[in-house]
């Protein structure tokens, strides 16, 4: 059965410093591959999907950037945080049109 | 562009139904689908329909779809204290290539 999993939980980060969090999918290959952010009382904002190894799709300019270096691993990274970076973030996988799995997210607190 | 719109808060009675409503602009959306997200998870696909359908049920959930007035419901009977959660309605967006969500119903249940 396909599995997705999500790293690390909860994480604090300072101001400035960079960030990574990765996402692997077991299970399947060549899964479209999704990171959202859920702001705190908020919707679900798309950040970055992928269809690919290498294929980055961007949906909101922002200090943040995607890759992914292998199949079933996507990678959610920033150079320098900035407080508004503060959120729930989600990885997703799909292999078909009904509905994505989502992985149990990570909670960033920018202090 | 596309979008999805819900009410935010919904109150209802233990035993009660409980009904979520959800527009979306997308005409051409396919795919139109219910997540559950529980305090600190990530989000659980519910249910979802597809556009050449009018009502899916299963078990104590109903998926009302109306495709003329781009309305989806989500009618969950006898309500239960464990049905507390955010309810997402999504559509698949006319590329096919993501999932747009609407910004969550929390549903709280009172004695």
């Known amino acids: 059965s396909q599995t997705i999993h999500q790293w690390p939980a909860t994480l604090v980060q300072p101001v400035g410093s960079p960030l990574s969090l990765e996402c692997t999918v077991e299970g399947t290959s060549n899964p479209n591959l999704y990171w959202y952010r859920q702001a705190a009382g908020r919707g679900l904002q798309l950040l970055f999907y992928s269809v690919g190894i290498g294929q980055i799709s961007s949906e909101v300019p922002q200090n943040l950037s995607a890759s992914r270096p292998q199949d079933r691993q996507f990678i959610l990274s920033s150079k320098k945080l900035l407080l508004s970076d503060s959120g729930f973030y989600l990885c997703a996988w799909s292999g078909t049109n009904y509905g994505y799995t989502f992985g149990s997210g990570t909670r960033l607190t920018v202090v | ?111």
């Open chain 2, 1 to 111: 562009g596309e979008d999805v719109e819900q009410s935010l808060f919904l109150s209802v009675r233990e035993g009660d139904s409980s009904v979520i409503n959800c527009t979306y602009t997308d005409s051409s959306s396919t795919y139109l689908y219910w997540y559950k997200q529980e305090p600190g998870a990530g989000l659980q696909l519910l249910t979802y329909i597809f556009s050449n359908m009018d009502m899916k049920q299963d078990q104590r959930l109903t998926v009302l779809l109306n495709k003329k007035d781009k309305h989806l419901s989500l009618r969950i009977a006898d309500t239960q204290t464990g049905d507390s959660a955010i309810y997402f309605c999504a559509e698949l967006d006319s590329s096919a290539s993501k999932i747009i969500f609407g910004s969550g119903t929390r549903l709280s249940i009172r004695p």
